[in-house]
């Protein structure tokens, strides 16, 4: 398997414009995860999903970011209206809902709003 | 509120010596412990775990203790070498969160040659 892979790597856009990041989970996992990576807060956990049903988005920062996951083998997360605050990495996981299992993440999106 | 700290945001180590790295927990549900590796430009890798009915798990050079009552864990690494220089993410997940994993805020680590 490829592995968990996000789209695009790198994005640049203007404040107030609309972004969308892509994450395609590996084959057969159950469970996607968003995460943000900040100094301050560390791989900040935004909203996870199991068996496509989101379970918690208590960590999504304010009703401008909002995730979907259509079916099994893609998920995206929006942020409409974009902020220069909203400037970070965010990476994508996926895993088996199991006990005693890890999560492979994604190798990012690294996301520049000016 | 962070349940899981890593309170020391970088550690320097001469090759071949011993690293430590520390991580320190709040919630007591907590059963299964990870340590993530990362380098830049990259996601998180996973390096080790341990369950909770343990309290160490050795691979390779890479060895993770638990204390349960101190609500504490650490990741020794030995021999260090220069290409273990990344950042290291401890993470933690408990059966009455469904799967959800919450990760500490990383330590850099420095292998000096």
């Known amino acids: 398997d490829a592995g968990v892979i996000q789209s695009p790597r790198h994005e640049v856009t203007e404040m107030g414009q609309e972004v969308t990041l892509r994450c395609k989970p590996i084959s057969g996992h159950n469970s996607l995860f968003w995460y943000r990576q900040t100094m301050m807060r560390g791989l900040e956990l935004l909203i996870y999903f199991n068996n496509n049903v989101p379970i918690d988005d208590s960590g999504m920062p304010e009703d401008r970011f909002s995730a979907k996951m259509p079916n099994a083998s893609f998920s995206t997360l929006k942020i409409q209206p974009s902020e220069p605050r909203d400037s970070a990495v965010y990476f994508c996981?996926?895993?088996?809902?199991?006990?005693?299992?890890?999560?492979?993440f994604g190798q990012g999106t690294r996301l520049t709003v000016v | 509120d962070q349940q899981v700290k890593q309170n020391s945001p970088s550690l320097s180590v001469q090759e071949g010596r011993i690293s430590i790295l520390n991580c320190d927990y709040t919630n007591s549900m907590f059963d299964y412990f990870l340590w993530y590796k990362k380098y830049p430009a990259e996601g998180p890798t996973f390096l080790i775990s341990i369950s909770s009915i343990k309290d160490k798990n050795e691979d390779g050079r890479f060895t993770v203790f638990l204390n349960k009552s101190a609500k504490h864990l650490s990741l020794h690494i030995v021999p260090s070498q220069p290409g273990d220089s990344a950042v290291y993410f401890c993470?933690?997940?408990?059966?009455?969160?469904?799967?959800?994993?919450?990760f500490g805020t990383g330590t850099s680590l420095t292998v000096i040659p």
């Open positions: 993470a933690a997940s408990a059966k009455n969160t469904g799967n959800q994993f919450y």
């Open positions: 996981a996926s895993s088996l809902i199991l006990m005693n299992t890890e999560a492979f």
